[in-house]
Structures are given as C-alpha cells and as structure tokens.
C-alpha cells in the first residue's frame, strides 16, 4: 500500500505542475496563448522543487505522507507565484 501511495503522490504532483504552470501562461495577456513548451519547461522546473521537497523532506515517516505531499503542493503554488510576480 505504501509503494501505490507514494507513486499516486508523484503523479498528482505532476499533473498539479501542468496545471499550476499552465494557469501561469494563462494569466498574461499574449494573444497567440502559452507556447506549449514553454508550459511543459516550466512544469519541469516546479515539478523539480516539489519532488525535492517532498523526497527530501523532514517528515521521513510513511505516516505523514499527506504533510509531505500538501508542502510539495504548497510549494508549487509558492513558486508560480513568485515566476508571475517576478515575470511581470
């Protein structure tokens, strides 16, 4: 059961990525719409700091999966926040 967990984790931490990166691109004004490598770069990139943290976290017990995985979601929002802000 952990193994499915902890793979389900990564998953949906990817899709969020996707997601959160793609909202970013929505958000500035570009009449031709996000450039879809543009989109999957910098899904990477906030995909890349999740997976760091949520790997590498303090929390190592399988017990607080879902702290690890609600601080690697947290983050991701943390970061596309700061790349519009800074971008804008």
Known sequence: MYFKSKKLSLVVLGITALVFSR?????FNDPE???LLVVVGTAVL????SLVAYLFSFLASSRIILKRFLIGIF?????VAGLYFGLK
Request: hydrophobic fraction near 65%; avoid cysteine; glycine fraction near 12%.
């Open 23 to 27: 909202a970013l691109f929505l958000f």
């Open 46 to 49: 906030v995909y890349g700091v």
């Open 75 to 79: 983050l991701q929002l943390l970061v």
């Open 33 to 35: 719409g996000p450039n």
